[in-house]
């Protein structure tokens, strides 16, 4: 079983529609939650980050952390298709010695359409 | 800044053959990451450097991985000798690793594409 799980889709909603995405992951010791967006062919970027449970907003997005649950999700309302891209979820725990070690899921492929 | 500088950004090679893949990571970063990205497997780290020191390589496939940093502004990646299963995207990401090294961003290069026939 993989430490961090997230369902691939592809996922395709209509401009405007709320988009939920989820990751659930298996290591307790994970305390940092972060979402990262890839368009085609580029290079990971960071989109938002959590630390423990509870819920952040920037804008249109809003991530949220279950740690009872072991379940991440973000949130995008009023959805582009600009946002059309995969994301990732990714998690760490505390690390001494400097450096911070994540672990990804696989990705979900988001696409907005007209 | 330029940010993370990869190359080359596609690397075709035939089985057998060495290929060595280069990072410049943003400047006034002192760590560094190679992770391996395909549709399978998703994004794995293989290994990391602090200050110039690996950290952590238990990433690494196998003895035919090998990764270096020399200095704080370059670092490589070598596989030798290359075979199919080793075709993914590599990526190469740095952080400006701290106190709350958890928190630190990490930013990531364009890729290297590779491809081994």
């Known amino acids: 079983q993989k430490e961090v799980e997230q369902d691939p889709g592809p996922l395709s909603v209509p401009e405007g529609a709320i988009v939920s995405l989820n990751c659930t992951y298996s290591n307790s010791a994970f305390q940092y939650f972060m979402w990262y967006r890839q368009y085609s062919r580029k290079g990971p970027e960071l989109l938002m980050y959590t630390y423990s449970s509870g819920n952040k907003e920037d804008g249109r997005f809003t991530a949220q952390v279950d740690k009872s649950s072991k379940y991440i999700s973000l949130f995008i309302r009023d959805s582009q298709p600009s946002d059309s891209a995969t994301y990732l979820c990714a998690m760490s725990a505390e690390l001494t010695g400097g450096g911070n070690k994540l672990t990804f899921g696989t990705g979900t492929q988001l696409k907005v359409e007209l | 800044d330029a940010g993370v500088i990869q190359s080359p950004r596609h690397e075709v090679t035939e089985m057998g053959q060495e290929v060595t893949l280069r990072c410049k990571p943003i400047s006034g970063h002192n760590s560094l990451f190679w992770y391996r990205q395909t549709m399978m497997r998703g994004l794995e780290l293989l290994i990391y450097f602090n200050n110039n020191v690996p950290i952590d390589d238990s990433g690494m496939p196998e003895d035919r991985f090998s990764a270096k940093m020399p200095n704080a502004s370059f670092s490589t990646l070598k596989i030798q000798p290359s075979e199919p299963r080793d075709s993914a995207v590599y990526f190469c990401?740095?952080?400006?690793?701290?106190?709350?090294?958890?928190?630190?961003?990490?930013?990531f290069g364009p890729g290297t594409r590779l491809t081994v026939l």
């Open positions: 990401a740095s952080s400006l690793a701290g106190l709350a090294a958890s928190t630190d961003t990490q930013y």
